[in-house]
T-cell receptor, first 113, second 114 residues
Framework: KNQVEQSPQSLIILEGKNCTLQCNYTVSPFSNLRWYKQDTGRGPVSLTIMTFSENTKSNGRYTATLDADTKQSSLHITASQLSDSASYICVVIESGGSYIPTFGRGTSLIVHP | SQTIHQWPATLVQPVGSPLSLECTVEGTSNPNLYWYRQAAGRGLQLLFYSVGIGQISSEVPQNLSASRPQDRQFILSSKKLLLSDSGFYLC?????????????FGPGTRLTVT
């Protein structure tokens, strides 16, 4: 069964600090992995998308890494801002057939001033 | 550019009442369409997906149903709501670009069943 596990479940950091969120998956065969940011009461918004051959991808202060061998990904946030407070969701897509993604439960990040 | 609309944004309905949530997509044709539910503190749960008009696949047995009467319209319905139907409902669409599926979410509908 395809699964995506995220850790930690929640995280509280001070503004300006860095943090790293983790994602482990068992989805196979693998097509691509993406990280979404979901503000409270809003739909998720894509941050990064990585295919099998990509090890790292950045989007501003967000940097995602992917190790397809160990089936792990991380999302690193640099110099956090109050607006980074949100839920971060890891999603893994299986290759072939219809697009049915497997979602992690998300990491709830709170940035305090 | 592509846009996805959902309405209403919030809804409070009594137990046993019917439900109809609508989702429309602009700026693309023949998209895959999805309905997700997100309960408080939980991840997204795929309810239905559609690869074309009249083609609906259900991922979770429940008292909800979905229909796709037009290429860019996806409707989520229920004849009688349960308390457990409360949650945040998200419509999404996806399209294959350069060999990679892109998925975009709508703004969501907050449903409270009382």
């Amino acid at each position: 069964k395809n699964q995506v596990e995220q850790s930690p479940q929640s995280l509280i950091i001070l503004e300006g600090k860095n943090c790293t969120l983790q994602c482990n998956y068992t989805v196979s065969p693998f097509s691509n992995l993406r990280w979404y940011k979901q503000d409270t009461g809003r739909g998720p918004v894509s941050l990064t998308i990585m295919t099998f051959s990509e090890n790292t991808k950045s989007n501003g202060r967000y940097t995602a890494t992917l190790d397809a061998d160990t089936k792990q990904s991380s999302l690193h946030i640099t110099a956090s801002q109050l607006s980074d407070s949100a839920s971060y969701i890891c999603v893994v897509i299986e290759s072939g057939g219809s697009y049915i993604p497997t979602f992690g439960r998300g990491t709830s990040l709170i940035v305090h001033p | 550019s592509q846009t996805i609309h959902q309405w209403p944004a919030t809804l409070v309905q009594p137990v046993g009442s019917p439900l109809s949530l609508e989702c429309t997509v602009e700026g693309t044709s023949n998209p895959n369409l999805y309905w997700y539910r997100q309960a408080a503190g939980r991840g997204l749960q795929l309810l239905f997906y559609s690869v074309g008009i009249g083609q609906i696949s259900s991922e979770v047995p429940q008292n909800l149903s979905a229909s796709r009467p037009q290429d860019r319209q996806f409707i989520l319905s229920s004849k009688k709501l349960l308390l457990s139907d409360s949650g945040f409902y998200l419509c999404a669409w996806s399209v294959r670009l350069a060999g990679v599926y892109e998925q975009y979410f709508g703004p969501g509908t907050r449903l409270t069943v009382t």
